[in-house]
């Protein structure tokens, strides 16, 4: 650089350094700033997911308030199990006190090979008056040192369960609510809870949660409760 510079006229030798900053100050401000990286957004409590869930759809609830909390369960599902276990009586418990209505709806997977099975049974319990106590044990059973807080098993007739579990409609009455709650726009996954509000016709206009972790909370935030930390 010096040895070039040594050859050019004074005049050439300063139009050569005033060239060469400029180019260099010029690439500077050009060059575009740093983004910032930002945290993705958390996804939404609520799914911009609407399902119109028909009056005789909805067999299984307790309560009878205009909210209604729709769940899809399939009883072979490890995760409906520890939504059981971990929440399943603080659902119940705002049934019961008349804030919301709680529904079941199945929805056996076919990865689970019992699941079918296992809701036909839940029926045949309901038609002995204990659907509920029937969901409660599938999901949670009693067992004196794991979990003592468990259901016990419902006290059935055994020849009408048995008569029961052995006639096709009892499956395909499983089978049929699945479909219709696929038919209405639910997803096939499971625990699934869809929150909405009854018509007067019975049925409920209902929203989709992204996961069983958030129901309680939004749940609570529906009905106007302070959540439960």
Same mark, same amino acid.
């Given at each position: 650089m010096q040895a070039w510079l040594k050859r050019l006229t004074p005049g050439e030798a300063l139009m050569a350094v005033i060239l060469v900053l400029g180019l260099g100050v010029g690439l500077h401000v050009r060059r575009p700033p740093a983004e910032p990286v930002s945290a993705p957004a958390p996804a939404p409590a609520v799914q !911009? %997911?609407? /399902?119109? +869930? !028909?009056? $005789?759809?909805?067999?299984? =609830?307790? *309560?009878?308030? *205009? +909210?209604v909390v729709v769940k899809l369960v399939d009883f072979e599902c490890p995760i409906c199990k520890q939504f059981e276990v971990a929440e399943g009586a603080r659902l119940r418990a705002l049934a019961e006190s008349g804030r919301i209505t709680l529904a079941t709806v199945h929805m056996p997977?076919?990865?689970?090979?019992? $699941? /079918? =099975?296992?809701? /036909?049974?839940a029926e045949c319990a309901g038609e002995q008056g204990q659907f509920w106590e029937?969901? !409660?044990?599938?999901?949670?059973?009693? !067992?004196?040192?794991?979990?003592? @807080?468990g259901a016990p098993r419902p006290v059935l007739d055994a020849d009408a369960l048995a008569a029961c579990r052995a006639d096709p409609a009892t499956e395909e009455r499983v089978r049929a609510d699945a479909e219709l709650a696929l038919a209405s726009g639910a997803r096939p996954a499971t625990p699934a809870f869809y929150l909405g509000t009854r018509h007067a016709d019975g049925s409920v206009r209902a929203t989709a949660l992204t996961s069983a972790a958030s %129901?309680? $909370? @939004?749940? @609570?935030r529906r009905i106007g409760m302070a959540p439960v930390l």
């Open positions: !911009d %997911v609407s /399902v119109m +869930f !028909d009056a $005789a759809l909805l067999r299984h =609830t307790i *309560g009878d308030a *205009g +909210f997977l076919n990865i689970h090979p019992q $699941a /079918v =099975t296992l809701a /036909v049974s029937a969901h !409660d044990y599938l999901l949670h059973p009693y !067992d004196a040192l794991a979990s003592p @807080e %129901v309680m $909370a @939004e749940i @609570e």
